[in-house]
């Protein structure tokens, strides 16, 4: 039973962990690639200093060569005037010179292969720093864009949801007008039914009997037929 609860924990924390990195996830990113130019200058600097340690190597074989060949010269001078002697410690020191010419030339072909390693890293480096570059910059634009529709529509209740709520709220509105508009009708028609004299009048207007009192139009034709002799 300890062990499953271990794990559940672990599990927890590790989803935990994941929610926050996500959540900063463009932060990350960021530091992330701070992170990595500061390798690449290292890298970089490591390059420069291999050639500059490469370019003092091969200084250093180009004056051992010359102090060879300047040795060699002499030490023929010395065995042709006999002087054996001389012309042994001459051949030590020549010899001496040839382990160190030897030297500085294996340390030149390891400066080189060194620096065509480095410098490959870096380029393959160099591209990968850029690509993620270009990548930030639209995760960025991205992660932007989102925070602004969110702003717009808003999280949770207040979302798109919000403006199908207020299409329902003004339908019920417009139905309890339209029922409101209706009950007003239904009034009138009631108020008009329990008065005998307005019931008179839209009976009359309908062509039920006789007007119950003159019309204006009844009194311009009555005037029109009397004539100019009528009081």
Request: aromatic share 2%; net charge neutral; proline share 2%.
């Amino acid at each position: 039973m300890f062990k499953p609860l271990i794990t559940l924990l672990r599990g927890k924390s590790f989803e935990a962990a994941q929610a926050v990195t996500d959540a900063n996830i463009v932060t990350i990113l960021d530091q992330q690639l701070r992170d990595s130019a500061v390798v690449l200058d290292r890298a970089r600097k490591a390059v420069a200093i291999a050639m500059a340690q490469k370019s003092r190597e091969a200084d250093e074989l180009d004056r051992t060569r010359r102090r060879i060949a300047d040795l060699e010269d002499r030490a023929r001078m010395a065995l042709a005037s006999g002087q054996e002697a001389l012309a042994m410690e001459a051949a030590e020191a020549i010899a001496n010179l040839e382990a160190e010419r030897d030297a500085s030339q294996r340390c030149l072909e390891t400066y080189g292969a060194e620096i065509a390693r480095l410098r490959a890293i870096v380029r393959d480096a160099d591209a990968r720093f850029l690509e993620l570059k270009r990548g930030q910059r639209l995760a960025i634009a991205t992660d932007r864009a989102q925070k602004l529709r969110d702003r717009g529509f808003g999280h949770g209740s207040i979302s798109l949801t919000t403006l199908a709520e207020a299409e329902d709220t003004l339908k019920r509105l417009r139905e309890r007008q339209a029922e409101i508009d209706a009950a007003t009708v239904s009034l009138e028609e009631m108020d008009l039914s329990a008065d005998p004299s307005r019931l008179v009048d839209r009976l009359a207007r309908a062509g039920c009997g006789a007007p119950a009192r003159p019309s204006a139009q009844s009194v311009l034709d009555r005037l029109r037929n009397a004539g100019p002799d009528a009081a």
